[in-house]
């Protein structure tokens, strides 16, 4: 039983919004689902980082998630911010299971264990020199990281954060979410949306005592990236 990674599918089955006319993306779909079927058993799990699909409401995504639904594993998908489809945890299981997508999971504000590892996470924030709201909505989601966090019943699992954002880009960080990181001692981060040219000054390797990996989809030419 693996765990894998990867963020940023943006996914578009239902609506009008091709990722194909960006550098790289060319049959990214395809790429995704032959690369996937080639790495993933349905006894593994992966974790979804975020932008899933363009859809603007569940109904608008369902075709995205039926097509993740029927690639092997578990899946977690955690909110990206380009997922304006995202409601509440309730609403969005219910919609799930009423439709039969029983392997598609939610982290907001939870966790789950898969064999000793504990998944958490949440969207993260970058402020990115921005307007004081921004800082409003990066404590907040330093708070749904550190009730995800808690949320880990089991002190012999290991803990690995994923998030959409990046904690820390080029010359930024994003304070509070760096601080929750220390205070767990959190020693792996997963996060995506970075994308193109901005790649370059991603964080891909141990900063501050914590091993990052950018796994947003184009980083990884459309692989998932095994996590264990």
Request: glycine share 6%.
């Amino acid at each position: 039983m693996s765990i894998y990674a990867m963020g940023d599918l943006h996914l578009s089955f239902s609506c009008e919004k091709p990722m194909d006319v960006f550098k790289g993306w060319d049959n990214y779909v395809d790429r995704i689902t032959e690369n996937w079927l080639r790495l993933i058993k349905p006894e593994d799990t992966i974790v979804l980082c975020g932008d899933i699909s363009w859809g603007m409401n569940m109904d608008e995504t369902m075709a995205d998630m039926k097509y993740i639904h029927e690639l092997p594993g578990e899946k977690i998908i955690l909110k990206g911010n380009h997922d304006y489809w995202w409601t509440t945890y309730n609403k969005m299981d219910s919609i799930l299971k009423e439709n039969g997508l029983d392997s598609i999971h939610f982290l907001h504000n939870n966790s789950y264990i898969v064999e000793n590892t504990a998944i958490c996470g949440s969207r993260g924030w970058l402020f990115e020199q921005g307007q004081p709201h921004d800082i409003k909505i990066l404590n907040r989601e330093a708070n749904r990281l550190r009730m995800s966090l808690d949320s880990v019943k089991d002190d012999t699992a290991e803990k690995i954060v994923f998030l959409h954002y990046p904690p820390v880009y080029y010359n930024e960080i994003s304070q509070p979410i760096m601080d929750v990181l220390k205070e767990y001692n959190i020693k792996t981060c997963y996060y995506g949306h970075i994308h193109g040219g901005a790649q370059r000054f991603a964080i891909d390797n141990v900063f501050m005592d914590i091993d990052f990996h950018l796994v947003a989809a184009d980083y990884l030419k459309f692989c998932p990236d095994k996590v264990k």
